[in-house]
């Protein structure tokens, strides 16, 4: 059974900081295309990272230079440092584990940035 589950969201002032995890278990973890999605009130859900199994890694313009996308795969985890958070950061982040036909979901975890 596959499972992806985030944790580390919360409510957070402009300009603080939040580290996100995703622990996945039931997959070869260190062969998947891991990312961070977003999804805000009203909104589409859009990548705001990524990161290939090699390390490569691709950002939104919209947090570059603010979060940084990790991955440990020793423990599974895949991780998201955000810094200088702004109100419109505020969203459901999403984990998504892909490998060529499988595509995976966690459950989403709560960022409320407060002005």
């Known amino acids: 059974q596959v499972q992806l589950v985030e944790s580390g969201g919360g409510l957070v002032q402009a300009g603080g900081s939040l580290r996100l995890s995703c622990a996945a278990s039931?997959?070869?973890?260190?062969?998947?295309?891991m990312g961070w999605y977003r999804q805000a009130p009203g909104k589409q859900r859009e990548l705001v990272a990524a990161?290939?199994?090699?390390?490569?890694?691709n950002y939104a313009d919209s947090v570059k230079g603010r979060f940084t996308i990790s991955r440990d795969n020793a423990k599974n985890t895949m991780y998201l440092q955000m810094n200088s958070l702004k109100p419109e950061d505020t969203a459901v982040y999403y984990c998504?584990?892909?490998?060529?036909?499988?595509?995976?979901w966690g459950q989403g975890t709560q960022v409320t940035v407060s002005s």
């Open positions: 039931g997959i070869r973890f260190s062969v998947y295309y």
């Open positions: 998504n584990a892909k490998h060529i036909w499988n595509d995976y």
């Open positions: 990161i290939s199994s090699g390390g490569i890694t």
